[in-house]
């Protein structure tokens, strides 16, 4: 039905309805409401099926893109979520946190005159459908091993890992030092971007699955952990995908104050209370009636600017010391914020954070762009006698995360690191310095996105695989033919 196809010259680029701003201001919920059936067909059907699918390329899955859109254009939707989720585990997750433009739409090859295919909007229709028409099944194994895996981490890296290797028939142990599964999409990540229910669905199917979850238990010596050593002692290999959790820093006067946060810290409190918990500390991590000042530019920035909007901040500030073409956050984050209220303090830098004991202003200087680095990517410099003062009751520093140092915590030296504490692993097959240790996602590649991590999980699995059965080393597509000859 090839007649269905290429609508994009006759057919104009529309999203799902978007709730209104100041509607949205007033809650926790998704921003975009669903598409309908008939909307999602029409709008699938402007893919051009290029020969060259760059949608594909530049998907870190390298999903079937133009494919599943055929598909979901000529109404085959059950056949379109099988195909989408054969190379991804949580399609529901990327559908709705992927920053498409700057992977898959970004690379649209009918972007340049015509506005790209909206892959995720259809793509978490696909999933959305699926999982309320029951077409979403745990992938059980036709044949139980006995080896025994354990994962540590239940993000999405270890998560994927232990999906695929459960697939195989594996025995598989997820261990996590969160109360819930989902690592810094449970926590991390507002409601408003990925609602918790979603990720709560995924854990019911993966325990369907025959995965067993021992949630609150960290690896390490500490009190109701389990020892590193033990853990290799008790599982025939091991995942690690722990992800980077330790903030960094910004190393200006007054960042002791009270009332100056950790972005991780800020948004971890937001979600728990959306689960009706209450946090320690609950006054200083909530923005109610605040002047709230953002550090960063990045999608964390964008979370806590606009988790501070939705708490009742009564004025919410974005520092960020480059502009806003070479800001790393997703474009279409910056434009939501704005349009809920939020202002941008671009090609500025905090000096000194102000206040006697608690913060009460930051004190930054403006800056300019200078000549590319070493990286390409343009240098800042402070424009001097520039300085300037934003109240603030509330500084939230969202400057990105590094790794812990797993060696030291876990008592495990041979474990070998990078120069950037980064597990070291080797190239394409995810092992450790220890045999049977096997490491993705952040942990591996440092902060990154969560499909770089689902990817990570999904060939590690393979690898692993590889190890325990002797077979040839498989890439993922060999991966889940094993899975379907199980």
Not at 100 to 111: F, K, S, T, Y
Not at 212 to 229: A, D, K, N, Y
Not at 334 to 339: D, R, T
Not at 427 to 442: C, I, K, L, N, Y
Request: aromatic share 8%; proline share 5%; net charge negative.
């Amino acid at each position: 039905m090839a007649e269905r196809m290429l609508q994009f010259v006759s057919l104009p680029q529309e999203m799902p309805e978007k709730r209104d701003a100041a509607e949205r201001r007033e809650d926790f919920g998704e921003i975009y409401r669903a598409f309908a059936v008939d909307h999602a067909e029409r709008q699938a059907s402007r893919c051009s099926q290029c020969g060259v699918p760059f949608c594909s390329v530049h998907c870190p899955l390298g999903n079937n893109i133009p494919d599943w859109l055929k598909l979901t254009a000529e109404n085959r939707l059950e056949e379109a979520y099988r195909l989408s989720s054969a190379t991804n585990t949580f399609p529901e997750i990327c559908g709705r946190i992927c920053p498409q433009d700057r992977l898959c739409e970004g690379n649209c090859v009918i972007q340049k005159d015509f506005e790209a295919v909206t892959i995720g909007a259809v793509e978490k229709f696909i999933t959305e459908t699926a999982f309320e028409q029951g077409w979403v099944k745990p992938r059980l194994p036709s044949r139980e091993r006995s080896q025994s895996i354990g994962v540590v981490g239940a993000g999405p890296a270890g998560l994927a890992a232990a999906e695929w290797l459960r697939a195989l028939g594996y025995q598989v142990h997820v261990y996590d030092r969160h109360d819930r599964v989902g690592g810094l999409m449970v926590y991390g990540i507002p409601s408003f971007k990925l609602e918790k229910h979603v990720l709560a669905r995924r854990h019911e199917l993966l325990e369907a699955q025959g995965i067993v979850f021992h949630l609150s238990t960290p690896i390490g010596e500490g009190e109701g952990g389990l020892s590193f050593e033990s853990l290799r002692e008790k599982h025939d290999a091991v995942f690690l995908g722990t992800g980077v959790y330790r903030s960094r820093e910004v190393a200006v006067p007054g960042s002791g104050l009270g009332g100056v946060v950790q972005a991780l810290d800020f948004l971890t409190a937001s979600n728990r209370r959306g689960y009706h918990e209450t946090p320690g500390d609950d006054a200083v991590l909530h923005a109610r009636g605040k002047h709230v000042v953002v550090i960063g530019g990045g999608d964390t920035a964008m979370d806590c600017v606009r988790t501070s909007i939705r708490q009742g901040a009564e004025k919410v500030t974005c520092l960020y010391r480059r502009d806003r073409a070479n800001m790393p956050g997703s474009v279409q984050e910056v434009k939501n914020a704005e349009e809920e209220g939020v202002n941008f303090a671009w090609l500025a830098a905090p000096e000194a954070f102000l206040g006697d004991g608690t913060v009460s202003g930051v004190r930054a200087h403006r800056m300019r762009l200078s000549l590319p680095d070493a990286s390409g990517r343009q240098s800042v410099e402070a424009v001097p006698e520039s300085s300037f003062v934003i109240e603030a009751d509330l500084v939230i520093k969202a400057l990105g995360f590094d790794p812990e140092d797993l060696p030291g915590d876990w008592n495990a030296p041979e474990l070998a690191v990078t120069k950037w504490g980064t597990l070291k692993v080797t190239p394409g097959r995810f092992e450790t310095s220890v045999p049977g240790v096997f490491a993705g996602g952040d942990i591996v590649r440092g902060a990154s996105l969560v499909v770089w991590a689902i990817r990570d999980g999904r060939e590690a699995a393979a690898e692993m695989h590889q190890f325990l059965s002797g077979a040839e080393s498989m890439t993922s597509d060999h991966a889940a033919q094993a899975v379907a000859a199980e």
